[in-house]
């Protein structure tokens, strides 16, 4: 019984991350169709900030997470400025193109400025260590990411639900053209909705170093787990996102804990399966 | 005789929205049919439903004696059922010549043959030349689709659907988007097409529907309103209040 | 390029303009023997450049020709490769036989799983393609105890080809095996492309919605494809496994799947010639800055993808044409 829970628990807590790091890139391709495959570089950002923050500036590690969220925001603003928004009407290659492209000028240029090693972290003791209940251990900073995941995908469930800015962004998923017809600025709810996004993508990579550890190679690994869950979920859909992020969590932890000959082979074979069975994901409408 | 396209009882809703409701219609062999409404009365939406590009929630539809409402798209146009559309969805880096030829190969089934050069069907060739000079596009064949002048592209749609050699022709406003005194040299070289093919055409020009159509059919709100001949057509007073009279009232 | 002079010009004519070979072609054919003269020291090179340049092929025909984008086409190359190295090691080293069998399991696989990608497009499509690569790879990376996993495929030894030619160090039986094999296959692709077939897949690409409306069923056409595309691939990865006698399991990773893409997008999309052209300069280019950290390698790489896309679609090909169709119209 032990060993069940506490692999549901890790399973859930990592899917919490999972959560963090995709949920903005499905609301936006959901709103666009736009492939952004640089989506994880904005989570290394994130990840880099708090560890420059933290160990050259000497900031605590609470006080790094708004601005790891703030800096991939900033960032992502401009990108969309100066390159996506051109590519709004493009074919999906060209999308794909423009978006590993900046994904491999990323992965360089941390290569360069942090070098090729895993960033050490030192998070307050309050979040390391374990307790035990029922005799088994939860970890702190598990259940931590836990809270998170959970505080986050509330605000943006009642963000979405009940203010005028959710209302927008819910038309312009179910129906861009409809959409534009009403008056709504697309375009504009779009561009706060890619920061946003790429924000809590930032987040999700401060706060994943603790877990998965950060280097260069980051913006593709998650990258692969991100897509994942984003078309298992279904675009433009939190509920799926985070159903799907906490199948695919459970499902990787799970795998590595009881058939760990098997590798990351089921996470793969879960993506698979879901989509030929729903080509539109779990949650999808299209 | 039996029809060479007819429907039974067709229905289809998108959610709450009714679309097409028990239509029932049946076209004789070589007539030139318009089919009119006032927009959002489910003229495109039956021809998607009768080409398969959707699936009715019932009702059946029949290519001469053969039901065909469980057929894919193409193996209906295989079959002789061929539509165009409304806005022009064509093959923007193909000329006029490699698309018709293109049409023509899927048509005759060599369009899988990857072992032999195009240059061997030169027949293939031929006769998309052949329908392009029909149509008054030999001029322009080589060059890619997208060079095409908007109103040469509205032939091009037409001259594609002619390369499946179709029985039953749906025609989706072949005028739409081109000026009025183009749009006349369209429908007469429409009118021209060989009597072997029965034609419907969806049309908002009541000068043309009345020159080209021997019959009309008049669809409201996802129904057949009315049948009959332009003369029954014009003289009815159903029509005006729904269709006529929105439009010129 | 065809000079458009109106109705000159017979049907006939203009198909027959289309598919004959162009002096440009001819040139670069004879380029390709100018290794065995001019760069004796870098024939291991040359054999690793045509073997990529077989690879672009091969996805040019799925990526420019149908419009089907794959992230994870090495996974064909990787089992080509894997199949040759395994079959030389437990049945025999003759390379021919070896050969195909590479492109016999390649292009099973890539027909079993066309089933699937001819279902999707759009990003499901590249989500499966993607995820069908790190399946493969997880693959061959578990059954450590036939591959080698992580540590490669040790033990390949292949036999002289025609048991006369010897592999030697040099690479010259290897870039001459190699250049040999992409030629024919090179012949093949282009016979395909101007067969009727390839006009189908020419419209898919262009229009995939209108395609049933003229009679075409496009799912068959595109597992055809497909399948052939699998098939150029395991042919590709089987020479790089005989060539090199190992297989690791960088020949199926996604970066090779990355790079393949680059190289393509690089070269110029659906021209034939853009794989062959971008797998020369890239893999030129990544062995004179082979001394670099391989991550530094993405810069460059990353910066001439955006540039590619932002500045210059249809890559160096299309830049090409459209500069010497600028040319031609300015004479008088």
Same mark, same amino acid.
């Given at each position: 019984?032990?060993?069940?829970?506490?692999?549901?628990?890790?399973?859930?807590?990592?899917?919490?991350?999972?959560f963090?790091?995709s949920v903005?890139?499905s609301?936006?391709?959901?709103?666009?169709?736009?492939?952004?495959?640089?989506?994880?570089?904005?989570?290394?950002?994130?990840?880099?900030?708090?560890?420059?923050?933290?160990?050259?500036?000497?900031?605590?590690?609470?006080?790094?997470?708004?601005?790891?969220?703030?800096?991939? %925001?900033?960032?992502?603003?401009?990108?969309?400025?100066?390159?996506?928004?051109?590519?709004?009407?493009?074919?999906?290659?060209?999308?794909?193109?423009?978006?590993?492209?900046?994904?491999?000028?990323?992965?360089?240029?941390?290569?360069?400025?942090?070098?090729?090693?895993?960033?050490?972290?030192?998070?307050?003791?309050?979040?390391?260590?374990?307790?035990?209940?029922?005799?088994?251990?939860?970890?702190?900073?598990?259940?931590?990411?836990?809270?998170?995941?959970?505080?986050?995908?509330?605000?943006?469930?009642?963000?979405?639900?009940?203010?005028?800015?959710?209302?927008?962004?819910?038309?312009?998923?179910?129906?861009?053209?409809?959409?534009?017809?009403?008056?709504?600025?697309?375009?504009?709810?779009?561009?706060?909705?890619?920061?946003?996004?790429?924000?809590?993508?930032?987040?999700?990579?401060?706060?994943?170093?603790?877990?998965?550890?950060?280097?260069?190679?980051? %913006?593709?690994?998650?990258?692969?787990?991100?897509?994942i869950v984003v078309s298992v979920g279904g675009l433009g859909s939190i509920g799926g996102s985070f159903a799907a992020a906490?199948l695919i969590?459970?499902?990787?932890?799970?795998?590595?804990?009881?058939?760990?000959?098997?590798?990351?082979?089921?996470?793969?074979?879960?993506?698979?399966?879901v989509?030929?069975?729903?080509?539109?994901g779990l949650f999808g409408?299209? | 005789?039996?029809?060479?396209?007819?429907?039974?009882?067709?229905?289809?809703?998108?959610?709450?929205?009714?679309?097409?409701?028990?239509?029932?219609?049946?076209?004789?062999?070589?007539?030139?049919?318009?089919?009119?409404?006032?927009?959002?009365?489910?003229?495109?939406?039956?021809?998607?439903?009768?080409?398969?590009?959707?699936?009715?929630?019932?009702?059946?539809?029949?290519?001469?004696?053969?039901?065909?409402?469980?057929?894919?798209?193409?193996?209906?146009?295989?079959?002789?059922?061929?539509?165009?559309?409304?806005?022009?969805?064509?093959?923007?880096?193909?000329?006029?010549?490699?698309?018709?030829?293109?049409?023509?190969?899927?048509?005759?089934?060599?369009?899988?043959?990857?072992?032999?050069?195009?240059?061997?069907?030169?027949?293939?060739?031929?006769?998309?030349?052949?329908?392009?000079?029909?149509?008054?596009?030999?001029?322009?064949?080589?060059?890619?689709?997208?060079?095409?002048?908007?109103?040469?592209?509205?032939?091009?749609?037409?001259?594609?659907?002619?390369?499946?050699?179709?029985?039953?022709?749906?025609?989706?406003?072949?005028?739409?988007?081109?000026?009025?005194?183009?749009?006349?040299?369209?429908?007469?070289?429409?009118?021209?097409?060989?009597?072997?093919?029965?034609?419907?055409?969806?049309?908002?020009?009541?000068?043309?529907?009345?020159?080209?159509?021997?019959?009309?059919?008049?669809?409201?709100?996802?129904?057949?309103?009315?049948?009959?001949?332009?003369?029954?057509?014009?003289?009815?007073?159903?029509?005006?209040?729904?269709?006529?009279?929105?439009?010129?009232? | 390029?065809?000079?458009?002079?109106?109705?000159?010009?017979?049907?006939?004519?203009?198909?027959?303009?289309?598919?004959?070979?162009?002096?440009?072609?001819?040139?670069?054919?004879?380029?390709?023997?100018?290794?065995?003269?001019?760069?004796?020291?870098?024939?291991?090179?040359?054999?690793?450049?045509?073997?990529?340049?077989?690879?672009?092929?091969?996805?040019?025909?799925?990526?420019?020709?149908?419009?089907?984008?794959?992230?994870?086409?090495?996974?064909?190359?990787?089992?080509?490769? =894997?199949?040759?190295?395994?079959?030389?090691?437990?049945?025999?080293?003759?390379?021919?036989?070896?050969?195909?069998?590479?492109?016999?399991?390649?292009?099973?696989?890539?027909?079993?799983?066309?089933?699937?990608?001819?279902?999707?497009?759009?990003?499901?499509?590249?989500?499966?393609?993607?995820?069908?690569?790190?399946?493969?790879? +997880?693959?061959?990376?578990?059954?450590?105890?036939?591959?080698?996993?992580?540590?490669?495929?040790?033990?390949?030894?292949?036999?002289?080809?025609?048991?006369?030619?010897?592999?030697?160090?040099?690479?010259?039986?290897?870039?001459? =095996?190699?250049?040999?094999?992409?030629?024919?296959?090179?012949?093949?692709?282009?016979?395909?492309?101007?067969?009727?077939?390839?006009?189908?897949?020419?419209?898919?690409? +262009?229009?995939?919605?209108?395609?049933?409306?003229?009679?075409?069923?496009?799912?068959?056409?595109?597992?055809?494809?497909?399948?052939?595309?699998?098939?150029?691939?395991?042919?590709?990865?089987?020479?790089?496994?005989?060539?090199?006698?190992?297989?690791?399991?960088?020949?199926?990773?996604?970066?090779?799947?990355?790079?393949?893409?680059?190289?393509?997008?690089?070269?110029?999309?659906?021209?034939?010639?853009?794989?062959?052209?971008?797998?020369?300069?890239?893999?030129?280019?990544?062995?004179?800055?082979?001394?670099?950290?391989?991550?530094?390698?993405?810069?460059?790489?990353?910066?001439?993808?955006?540039?590619?896309?932002?500045?210059?679609?249809?890559?160096?090909?299309?830049?090409?044409?459209?500069?010497?169709?600028?040319?031609?119209?300015?004479?008088?």
């Amino acid at each position: 019984m032990g060993p069940i829970v506490g692999v549901l628990f890790d399973g859930f807590a990592y899917g919490m991350l999972l959560f963090l790091l995709s949920v903005g890139l499905s609301v936006t391709l959901g709103m666009m169709n736009f492939v952004n495959l640089a989506h994880c570089a904005f989570a290394m950002l994130g990840g880099y900030v708090t560890v420059t923050l933290m160990n050259q500036m000497g900031w605590p590690f609470f006080a790094t997470l708004p601005a790891s969220f703030l800096a991939a %925001a900033v960032a992502s603003i401009f990108l969309e400025r100066a390159l996506y928004r051109r590519l709004y009407r493009a074919g999906e290659l060209d999308q794909v193109l423009l978006t590993i492209g900046l994904a491999f000028i990323s992965v360089a240029v941390a290569a360069y400025i942090f070098g090729t090693i895993q960033q050490p972290i030192q998070t307050p003791s309050y979040l390391r260590g374990s307790i035990q209940i029922g005799g088994i251990t939860f970890g702190v900073y598990r259940m931590f990411l836990v809270a998170t995941g959970l505080a986050v995908a509330l605000i943006l469930v009642l963000t979405l639900e009940y203010t005028r800015f959710g209302a927008q962004v819910r038309a312009a998923v179910d129906n861009q053209r409809m959409a534009r017809g009403l008056g709504i600025n697309v375009e504009g709810a779009f561009a706060i909705t890619f920061a946003l996004g790429s924000g809590l993508a930032g987040l999700g990579g401060s706060l994943a170093i603790e877990i998965v550890g950060l280097d260069p190679s980051f %913006a593709f690994i998650y990258l692969v787990y991100v897509l994942i869950v984003v078309s298992v979920g279904g675009l433009g859909s939190i509920g799926g996102s985070f159903a799907a992020a906490v199948l695919i969590g459970i499902s990787d932890i799970a795998g590595k804990y009881y058939v760990p000959q098997l590798g990351a082979f089921l996470i793969y074979l879960v993506m698979v399966a879901v989509l030929m069975w729903r080509p539109q994901g779990l949650f999808g409408k299209r | 005789m039996t029809a060479a396209l007819s429907t039974r009882g067709l229905n289809k809703r998108f959610g709450s929205l009714i679309v097409a409701s028990d239509i029932a219609i049946s076209l004789p062999r070589g007539v030139r049919y318009a089919l009119i409404g006032p927009n959002g009365a489910g003229k495109t939406t039956l021809i998607n439903l009768m080409t398969g590009m959707l699936k009715p929630d019932g009702g059946q539809i029949f290519l001469g004696d053969e039901d065909i409402t469980r057929l894919e798209p193409q193996h209906r146009v295989q079959r002789g059922l061929v539509r165009t559309f409304q806005i022009n969805t064509l093959f923007p880096d193909l000329s006029a010549l490699e698309s018709v030829t293109l049409a023509i190969c899927e048509r005759d089934g060599i369009a899988p043959t990857w072992w032999r050069g195009l240059s061997s069907y030169g027949a293939a060739t031929d006769e998309a030349f052949e329908i392009l000079k029909s149509l008054n596009l030999v001029n322009d064949c080589y060059r890619p689709t997208r060079e095409l002048a908007y109103g040469q592209q509205r032939l091009l749609e037409i001259a594609l659907g002619l390369a499946a050699k179709p029985s039953v022709l749906l025609l989706d406003e072949p005028a739409a988007g081109v000026p009025k005194d183009e749009s006349q040299g369209l429908f007469t070289a429409i009118a021209g097409l060989s009597r072997d093919i029965t034609i419907l055409f969806i049309e908002h020009d009541m000068d043309v529907v009345f020159r080209f159509a021997s019959r009309i059919i008049v669809m409201v709100g996802g129904r057949i309103l009315l049948e009959g001949t332009p003369q029954e057509i014009a003289e009815d007073p159903r029509v005006r209040e729904v269709y006529l009279g929105s439009r010129h009232g | 390029m065809i000079a458009t002079t109106g109705t000159a010009l017979t049907p006939h004519a203009y198909l027959q303009a289309r598919s004959r070979w162009g002096v440009i072609e001819i040139a670069f054919w004879l380029a390709t023997l100018l290794p065995f003269f001019l760069f004796p020291n870098y024939l291991s090179l040359a054999s690793q450049i045509a073997i990529t340049a077989l690879f672009a092929l091969s996805l040019d025909l799925i990526l420019g020709y149908a419009g089907i984008v794959s992230l994870g086409h090495a996974a064909f190359f990787g089992l080509g490769a =894997y199949a040759a190295g395994i079959f030389s090691k437990f049945v025999w080293g003759e390379p021919l036989s070896g050969l195909v069998v590479a492109a016999v399991v390649a292009g099973v696989v890539g027909y079993a799983t066309s089933f699937i990608i001819a279902r999707f497009r759009h990003l499901t499509l590249i989500m499966i393609t993607l995820g069908l690569g790190f399946l493969v790879h +997880e693959l061959a990376n578990s059954a450590h105890f036939i591959t080698g996993g992580a540590d490669g495929l040790q033990g390949v030894r292949i036999w002289p080809i025609f048991n006369y030619f010897r592999f030697d160090l040099y690479g010259y039986t290897a870039y001459s =095996y190699s250049l040999v094999v992409l030629f024919l296959t090179f012949l093949v692709a282009r016979r395909l492309i101007n067969s009727p077939f390839g006009l189908a897949l020419r419209g898919i690409r +262009e229009n995939p919605n209108r395609m049933p409306a003229i009679g075409a069923s496009s799912r068959a056409h595109i597992r055809k494809i497909y399948t052939i595309s699998a098939t150029i691939a395991g042919i590709a990865g089987g020479l790089l496994a005989q060539t090199t006698e190992t297989v690791s399991l960088g020949s199926i990773d996604f970066q090779r799947s990355a790079d393949v893409v680059v190289m393509l997008v690089l070269g110029g999309v659906g021209k034939l010639y853009g794989g062959l052209l971008g797998a020369i300069i890239f893999m030129v280019a990544r062995d004179q800055f082979s001394g670099l950290n391989p991550q530094f390698w993405y810069f460059p790489i990353g910066v001439l993808l955006v540039a590619v896309v932002m500045f210059l679609p249809g890559g160096i090909l299309g830049g090409l044409s459209r500069l010497l169709a600028g040319i031609r119209g300015r004479r008088p």
